[in-house]
């Protein structure tokens, strides 16, 4: 079952910051974090593992709260580098090796 | 360090015939996993390939096949397109299988039908 993300679009201000949610109706064994630009690949950024553990570039921050099924990703102080869509993909505790991923948030930064 | 390479870049085709796409992962990486994007549907599972062998399989028909080679390179093959194939196939590539490690993308193969 695919992950509902929240919201569906958002647009900031340069240097304004934003909380983009993720959650599913399953156990979760870890959530990932992509951002793809238009016409791009997407780009990893973050893992949540449960347990606590985390893999990701240091200007990114996240949460994954293994009691509701849900992670949010942190971006502050946006910059216009930040814009496209973000997807998150999750991997149920029963799933092995595979991800299932939400629709995406689009994001867009202006000046 | 070459990143994931996926060849050919588009692809135009027409409905009943089939296709071959091909996707080369980074140096050292064992696991290739294949995603079909479309803007209806976002990123959906297709198969992943670990040690030339099928390690997981998403909810495409049978139409929809893949492989894996011993120096890790993978194909994916469509017979009997349909105008719903038409999509971007992007394939992502990590060092060892399991979904606990971030996944490399290629640039996609974007196929149309026609």
């Known amino acids: 079952q695919q992950p509902v993300q929240s919201p569906q679009a958002v647009i900031l201000r340069e240097g304004e910051d934003a909380v983009i949610n993720c959650s599913s109706s399953k156990a979760l064994y870890s959530v990932h974090w992509y951002r793809q630009k238009h016409g791009e690949a997407p780009v990893f950024l973050m893992i949540?593992?449960?347990?606590?553990e985390q893999k990701g570039h240091d200007k990114i921050s996240a949460s994954f709260n293994e009691k509701k099924q849900q992670s949010s990703l942190y971006l502050t102080a946006s910059q216009l580098s930040y814009s496209g869509t973000y997807f998150c993909?999750?991997?149920?505790?029963?799933?092995?090796?595979?991800?299932?991923f939400g629709e995406g948030t689009q994001l867009t930064v202006n000046p | 360090k070459a990143g994931v390479t996926q060849t050919p870049r588009y692809l135009i085709k027409t409905r009943g015939q089939q296709v071959t796409l091909s996707c080369s992962p980074i140096s050292g990486h064992r696991s290739v996993s294949w995603y079909q994007q479309t803007p209806g549907q976002g990123l959906q599972f297709l198969f992943e390939?670990?040690?030339?062998?099928?390690?997981n399989k998403g909810n495409f028909p049978g139409r929809f096949s893949g492989r894996q080679f011993s120096n890790s390179r993978s194909e994916m093959n469509v017979s009997t397109l349909e105008l719903g194939d038409s999509a971007l196939y992007l394939c992502?590539?990590?060092?060892?299988?399991?979904?606990?490690?971030?996944?490399?993308f290629g640039d996609g193969t974007r196929l149309s039908i026609l």
């Open positions: 993909g999750t991997e149920k505790e029963t799933s092995g090796s595979r991800l299932t």
């Open positions: 949540l593992l449960k347990g606590g």
């Open positions: 390939y670990f040690s030339e062998t099928q390690r």
């Open positions: 992502a590539s990590s060092p060892s299988s399991g979904a606990r490690q971030p996944q490399h």
